[in-house]
Nanobody
């Protein structure tokens, strides 16, 4: 099982980035996928998720309206389009896979994790 996150980088406030998470070693289309983020000294927090069953999405209040999660099952890849970035979005971003048809919003609900990709937003 491997989740490979990429796409992080340094961007100015107001800019955009698109994160990707390539999934392998799983029947990835049958996993709900989520994005979480973490800054040093803080708990890893939920950002967004997309169900495998119906494609329904959910976002944290802090990113709603600015971030969009999507998936391409043919490519076993999940994306996180991040627009209107703010300095407080600076964090390591992690993708995760949940083998339930409806994905969760809590870290413990996810079975598999990728390595983080760093996003830094300058003011």
């Amino acid at each position: 099982v491997q989740l490979q996150a990429s796409g992080g980088g340094l961007v100015q406030a107001g800019g955009s980035l698109r994160l990707s998470c390539a999934c392998s070693g799983l029947p990835c289309s049958r996993y709900s996928m989520g994005w979480f983020r973490q800054t040093p000294g803080k708990e890893r927090e939920f950002v967004a998720r997309v169900n495998w069953s119906d494609g329904n999405t959910r976002y944290s209040d802090s990113v709603k309206g600015r971030f969009t999660i999507s998936r391409d099952n043919a490519k076993n890849t999940v994306f996180l389009q991040m627009n209107s970035l703010k300095p407080e979005d600076t964090a390591a971003y992690y993708c995760a896979a949940d083998n339930h048809p409806i994905g969760g919003s809590f870290r413990y609900q996810y079975n598999h994790w990728g390595q983080g990709t760093q996003v830094t937003v300058s003011s």
